[in-house]
């Protein structure tokens, strides 16, 4: 009890502090700058600091003092990373204006100890207008818009939630099929571009709900060429099919006989699994290429019958359709364009 009440106490103090010093997230100068970068801060918000505050901060002028903003900036990173600011805080943070990602999960300002960059080719960004789309069915998680907008991109969200509202986002309504679960329905909308999306576009990038746009995401359009149709995240802990599906019998999630059942069925058609393993957070796709088609029919086809995580299925999936795919070397959940946050059950 008093270990929690230490927490609100410092939890507390942040917001304080925080409140303070939120003019000099206005200032552009590198002291200020280099302070958040050495504490941690997401690069998204060491290159665009006014952002935390959706520009909302009051135009009067304040003197920077650095020795002020050293010791306040380390004391709202420390509470942070112990995760002393939640529950009822977050209303506070809200009320000193700061962007409702950002208080709705303090945790997307940093991210800097697990980021990683990702190095993206030199090559021309197509013409033709971008879809980036997202999908949330149900009332698992909370969208939030994107801090920063591409150019030449939409961004359209399918949902069956009336009561999402989005400034970035234009959301599209959609009907789930009741017979399959929630999860099933996301499945559907995410592999199945080729179906769902308009037939205005050529190009998409599937982004999953749990991921907040923080930079231009549409750099990774530069992975697809001539001889990488579908382009893909490495996963972050395994290599291999068979080592993430001992991940799962060891974290008792899915039904051991069932993953077995699939992975020897894999092998058996011939599929070695020595190709790398991917994680599908994030998928850009020139999704009416024939090839790719056929890889998202077989993947999601796949799921259909193993529906437990896609990811079991989608390098079989490319195996199979002998589709031109890339993987890219780094996190899907930390980028200098995205990050992961928390799903709204897990305030």
């Known amino acids: ?164 509202k989005a400034k970035i986002w234009k959301v599209h309504l959609i009907q789930p099929d009741k017979e399959y679960p929630d999860k099933w329905n996301v499945r559907y909308y995410k592999i199945l571009a080729h179906k769902v999306l308009p037939k205005q576009y050529k190009y998409s990038m599937y982004v999953d709900a749990s991921i907040f746009i923080c930079g231009d995401i549409r750099q990774l359009l530069k992975f697809i060429n001539e001889d990488s149709k579908f382009v893909l995240f490495k996963h972050s802990a395994n290599n291999t099919l068979l080592e993430e599906i001992d991940a799962c019998i060891k974290q008792k999630s899915i039904n051991k006989e069932i993953l077995l059942k699939q992975y020897n069925e894999y092998r058996l058609n011939g599929f070695s699994d020595n190709s790398g393993l991917a994680e599908c957070g994030i998928l850009v796709r020139d999704h009416n290429d024939p090839s790719v088609k056929n890889a998202m029919d077989i993947w999601f086809s796949e799921y259909d019958k193993y529906p437990m995580r896609d990811q079991l299925s989608i390098m079989y999936a490319v195996w199979k359709s002998n589709v031109d795919y890339t993987i890219i070397d780094g996190s899907v959940w930390n980028n200098q364009f995205s990050v992961v946050k928390r799903h709204k059950n897990d305030n």
């Open 1 to 164: 009890m008093i270990k929690k009440q230490v927490k609100n106490i410092f939890g507390f103090f942040a917001i304080i502090l925080l409140q303070t010093i939120k003019r000099y997230f206005k200032n552009d100068n590198k002291p200020f700058i280099n302070l958040l970068l050495h504490n941690g801060f997401h690069p998204s918000v060491v290159n665009n600091p006014s952002i935390v505050f959706n520009n909302n901060i009051s135009a009067a002028p304040t003197k920077y003092i650095h020795s002020y903003a050293k010791f306040a900036i380390k004391i709202i990173s420390f509470c942070i990373r112990k995760d002393f600011c939640r529950n009822w805080q977050w209303n506070l943070f809200r009320n000193i204006g700061l962007l409702p990602a950002y208080s709705y999960d303090a945790i997307l300002m940093l991210g800097r100890y697990k980021y990683t960059e990702i190095k993206i080719p030199e090559a021309t960004l197509p013409e033709e207008k971008i879809l980036i789309y997202s999908v949330m069915i149900g009332d698992y998680d909370v969208i939030f818009d994107p801090v920063f907008v591409s150019d030449n991109c939409d961004y359209i969200l399918f949902t069956d939630n009336v009561n999402i």
